[in-house]
């Protein structure tokens, strides 16, 4: 699963975790810190199949984190139409799309210096 000794490294595995219990699919995780001026530490990404799904995603993230590790979000977005969510953690930022809209903005592209890791995530 994750391999690193990063602060960060209980909540990358934890979110990644709370994706794959309700059947998140293709989580990507892009590493960030070797590039300048970025906002984060780590973005991951991921995809629901519906509103409904992306939904379960993001109360799955949100409840195992507080719960666990007692971390809130800095800030969440798109909670009104559930077809991209992002949530901040300020260095790890969370992504959640519907498929076409994941296709469109296309963010692994987007940070193409980043190291992307895919299924099983690595840092």
Not at 84 to 94: C, Q
Not at 97 to 121: C, M, P, T, V
Request: aromatic residues 8%; hydrophobic residues 40%.
């Amino acid at each position: 699963m994750l391999e690193t000794k990063l602060p960060q490294k209980k909540l990358v595995e934890k979110i990644v975790s709370s994706i794959d219990e309700v059947k998140g699919i293709d989580v990507d995780l892009l590493d960030l810190r070797k590039i300048n001026n970025t906002v984060c530490r780590f973005f991951i990404i991921c995809t629901g199949t519906s509103n409904t799904h992306v939904s379960a995603i993001t109360s799955s993230i949100k409840k195992n984190v507080s719960k666990e590790l007692k971390e809130k979000p800095y800030s969440m977005e798109g909670l009104e139409n559930h077809e991209w969510v992002l949530i901040d953690y300020v260095d790890v930022v969370v992504h959640i799309f519907q498929q076409n809209i994941r296709e469109f903005y296309d963010i692994e592209n987007l940070w193409g210096d980043a190291k992307i890791s895919r299924n099983k995530i690595k840092v």
